[in-house]
């Protein structure tokens, strides 16, 4: 391996991600003709306001093909909310008349412009970073950290660094994927003064990692990864970025730099699995599948994905407790609202053990501890549904029926909900009900889940 | 519950137990007739020795029907070892013409004398027990220390204790009971002042208990019952009791002390269980059972029992590592030799779960321990008998394919011989191989185990 191979591959990937000439223009102009719509429509308005292009296609760190248009409005910051509201919303409309309203820390309005899909937030005009009054306030800052310092070579390192984590599945900062966000790609490469610099240096990496551009940082995080925000130092920018996608830049990044090759930011999924499919790995692998299958709890990703791997632990942590030993487990939604209703949510595991004996061993105390010894011993002295009991060492036990001798018999009884299950997951499974699936009944859910099925199927760091 | 509840049940033991008079004086007669016979071998021989009486049947502790009589002659202290076999010998031999050779410390002569057990052993006749040249020497000092202090209640209710040993399956300093030896059992009855204020205070006992009658010891144990040799300070007399035969002492003292009955003292074992019994219990826990039979190695009991226990501990431990969980286990061995050849023994065990999946996770180092992960992920990365490696966490995992899918297997193979066997065991299963029973196959053992495997299916205190 050496330097220019890298190159190349890298060279190979920027011809496809570099937006052209054309796509810079028609952005350009866009943004432009945003920018002046707001301008009047703010020329309208009692109070002194002005719009500000933020996001990667406001710093060139955007990837071809990407049709996102960031606009902030800038009120001044002794407005009152609810006034910054109604201006915010009254300029959305009037910028992008068919659009629609969202909600992040106030509402917005977004909407379709020329192709492009524009966001319209309205925010504060602080004097600082330290002095916003709402989360979206620091974007503004965001941005102008990074202009000053990504000039053309670093923004094109930021397009590939980003393809890159795009291609190996640790690019986001939403709760489903717990990776890395645009900025905290930005500040990465910046920091590192470049995309080969920072791979270099991520393949030796020893978490907990911590970064400080500005070496202004006022608390300690646990995290794996630490990037003191440059325009906050009290807020990790990689605060959401798992342990295991920070081993995945790892492992991917020593794998890139021995091994360049453009497919690594091109992966494509592995083949999605039929039922057959499914049965076949079940049927290689021995263990005995399950599924606790429901009605998808209508929310958004960020909310439903930590309550569905709150849910799966639970589940999982049920099951292992109570001797079905959990192999491994994953948890899939369909999110995709086909007009026909919602889809569905699944929490899957493979079992080692799905059935236990009618007994189980159950310990008491050491018959040395005199009343709770007697009292052990006076409550399953009489009575012919258990063994003993008798003394193993110096405790007492008893051989007692066991509750559960299967697994579908846990997932089907009440004492699922001991577990600790999502909120909106509890309820929807109280409310609704829910199927249990067992063995080789699991591989009907390659209809809804073959694409899942299949990654679970062929597992890669 | 009144003190005079035990005191009658206590008066109904020692109509059984006591030795009555003409016991006791066919007991003295063939004492003193074998002493007179002592003094008459030592006649013809060029050193000045004696004999003494020692033991239970010395102090008048024993149980009605038991007919030992130990008979020690005492040889100068000066004398080598060499002569003091010879010499003992030949007295042993003129004492008890018929008699044949064992071997403790020294070879002694055991025989019969008008239908008593004797043994006739020779030792030094040493100033003080802390000038012993072998173990038996220490007898005569035990012998002194007791009569001195046991009047005829105490020796009765010494009588009355040990048969409450028996009667709880605790009495023996053997090493397949690790229970309590009669010396044992005398001392505590000595210190105690008597059976039933030894038994309130065992009810209380809180291990590591320590009794120091002389108040000379001079280091400390990590027996859960400690109680200084008083002719030698450097001895724990209750090194071989187990914890479990302590807690049994507690126990059942509770149980007599709150429910008097005579039955505690004489219980019978539970009812031995036929191949169609052992059927019945597995079928009802639901468990697998196994079971590793082979000759019995040619052993005494006291080297028998900790090699069957620690081959058993081995082979549990063998199987608890592959995944199959053990429930509970037990040896059993028949050491009966009736003329046709040795008789087996039983490695066995109770499983929860007696398959595993044809996979099992292995985990491998932390993706940022570069060296270790790198050379874990290069051994993985090519061939398909394996799944990923993929991330859980930090770290890489495979799932590779199981050595052992079944208890059998790992039973069968030359694994067995990786785990801790006791020794002869060990060249017993490799020389003459064995055999593994499986499920309902085991029920065979009833032929030969049937008391241990009722013992086993109705287990107790």
């Given at each position: 391996?050496?330097n220019?191979d ?27 003709a ?14 002194d306001a ?11 760190t955007w ?11 800038r ?14 919303l009254e300029?959305g ?20 412009y020329?192709g492009?899909?524009?966001d319209?937030?309205?925010?504060y005009?602080?004097p ?5 009054r709402?989360?979206v ?38 709760l ?17 003064g470049g ?16 970064f ?12 794996p ?11 990790n920018?990689a605060a ?31 083949p ?22 429901f009605d ?11 309550q ?9 942590d ?7 030993d ?8 369909d999110?995709e ?22 007994v ?26 258990h ?9 007492y ?5 066991r509750?559960?001798?299967s697994?579908t ?5 009440d ?12 309820s ?5 009900g ?24 062929a597992?890669?760091?």
């Amino acid at each position: 391996m050496t330097n220019s191979d890298l190159d190349a591959v890298v060279a190979a990937v920027r011809e496809r991600i570099d937006p052209d000439e054309a796509e810079r223009r028609a952005l350009a102009a866009a943004a432009a003709a945003l920018e002046s719509r707001v301008h009047d429509a703010l020329a309208d308005l009692p109070v002194d306001a002005d719009a500000l292009q933020v996001g990667s296609t406001a710093r060139g760190t955007w990837l071809s093909g990407d049709r996102d248009i960031d606009l902030f409005v800038r009120f001044p910051a002794d407005l009152d909310r609810e006034e910054l509201e109604t201006y915010g919303l009254e300029v959305g409309h009037a910028v992008l008349p068919d659009g629609h309203e969202e909600y992040a820390e106030h509402p917005y309005v977004k909407g379709d412009y020329d192709g492009f899909d524009v966001d319209l937030v309205p925010c504060y005009d602080v004097p600082t970073a330290s002095d916003i009054r709402s989360a979206v306030d620091r974007t503004p800052f965001h941005n102008a950290y990074l202009t000053e310092r990504l000039d053309d070579d670093l923004a094109a390192d930021v397009r590939v660094f980003k393809r890159f984590l795009k291609g190996i599945g640790a690019y986001g900062s939403d709760l489903r994927t717990e990776g890395f966000s645009g900025y905290l790609a930005e500040l990465l490469v910046v920091e590192h003064g470049g995309f080969e610099s920072l791979l270099r240096a991520a393949a030796d990496w020893s978490p907990q990692v911590e970064f400080d551009p500005e070496d202004h940082g006022t608390r300690s995080f646990s995290d794996p990864l630490v990037v003191i925000d440059p325009t906050d130092p009290e807020r990790n920018v990689a605060a959401v970025c798992s342990a295991e996608n920070v081993a995945r830049l790892q492992h991917y990044a020593r794998d890139l730099l021995a091994d360049p090759r453009e497919s690594l930011f091109f992966r494509p999924d592995p083949p999605a699995l039929d039922a057959d499919g499914v049965r076949s790995h079940l049927d290689r692998r021995g263990t005995t599948a399950v599924a606790v299958v429901f009605d998808c709890p209508d929310l958004v990703d960020d909310q439903l994905y930590p309550q569905l791997r709150k849910s799966l632990t639970g589940v999982a942590d049920g099951l292992d407790r109570r001797g079905f030993d959990v192999f491994r487990r994953a948890t899939f939604a369909d999110t995709e609202t086909d007009g026909e209703g919602q889809g569905e949510a699944v929490l899957f595991a493979e079992l080692s053990v799905a059935e236990r004996p009618a007994v189980e061993r159950h310990e008491g105390p050491p018959v040395h501890v005199r009343q709770h010894a007697e009292g052990f011993y006076g409550a399953y002295e009489d009575g012919d549904d258990h063994y003993g009991p008798f003394l193993d060492g110096d405790r007492y036990v008893v051989e007692r029926e066991r509750e559960f001798t299967s697994a579908t018999g846990f997932l089907e009884s009440d004492a699922l909900f001991d577990v600790a299950l999502g909120k909106h997951v509890e309820s929807t499974l109280k409310t609704d009900g829910y199927d249990v699936l067992v063995g080789d009944d699991v591989a009907a859910l390659a209809e809804s889940f073959g694409a899942e099925l299949g990654r679970y199927f062929a597992p890669r760091p």
